[in-house]
Each structure stands twice: as structure tokens, then as C-alpha cells.
């Protein structure tokens, strides 16, 4: 079974920026499209971000130009930069494999000034 850990989370103001990070068991990253997502309270569980084997990127509208995806598969792992944060990125990430696979307990992100 894969594990997946999200880390990287915390408070930040309006404007600021996190990175966040995922740490996956055996060799998934490099073997499948990984992906981002977030689940804001009361709202559905979306899709932010994915990355191809072949390192294409595709992102949600509500963060394009904003977020960038990026995977280091030697080291099983993929990331997630998030700058110029706006309270309504405020959620729960996680990280996954598309299609997803067991869920991680992801990491929390607060904007708020």
C-alpha cells in the first residue's frame, strides 16, 4: 500500500508563500502522474496541480500563475510552491497519485492576516 506525507503547512499572511512537500513510499513518484489537492472546510476535496511522468503540468484556475508543481523522483517526492497566498487558499492539502490512491493525512494551510 502506498504512503503517502504531506508536510510543509502552517500560517502565513495574504501575499506570503509556503512550500509544501510529499514524502511517497516505493518508487510511485517516478512510475505514476502525481497531483495536489486541497479540501477547504465544508467543501469538497479538488484537484490544485498535477505532474506527468513526462513533467507536464496542468493546474486549477484558481491557482495558475500562482502555484508551481514539481517531483524529484530519486528522491520519491513532490512538491508543491505556493506563492502570492489568498485567504481562500485556506484547506487541507494533500498529495496523491491521479488516479488517487490512499489518502494521506495531508497538511494544513492557513492565509489569514
Known amino acids: 500500500q502506498v504512503q503517502l506525507v504531506e508536510s510543509g503547512g502552517g500560517l502565513v499572511e495574504p501575499g506570503g508563500s509556503l512550500s509544501l512537500s510529499c514524502a511517497a513510499s516505493?518508487?510511485?513518484?517516478?512510475?505514476?502522474?502525481m497531483t495536489w489537492y486541497r479540501q477547504a472546510p465544508g467543501k469538497e476535496r479538488i484537484l490544485v496541480a498535477q505532474?506527468?511522468?513526462?513533467?507536464?503540468?496542468t493546474y486549477g484556475a484558481s491557482v495558475k500563475g500562482r502555484f508551481t508543481i514539481s517531483r524529484d523522483n530519486a528522491k520519491n517526492m513532490v512538491f508543491l510552491q505556493m506563492n502570492n497566498l489568498k485567504p481562500e487558499d485556506t484547506a487541507v492539502y494533500y498529495c496523491?497519485?491521479?488516479?488517487?490512491?490512499?489518502w494521506g493525512q495531508g497538511t494544513q494551510v492557513t492565509v489569514s492576516s
Open positions: 516505493g518508487s510511485v513518484v517516478s512510475l505514476k502522474t
Open positions: 496523491n497519485t491521479l488516479p488517487p490512491l490512499s
Open positions: 505532474i506527468t511522468r513526462g513533467g507536464t503540468t
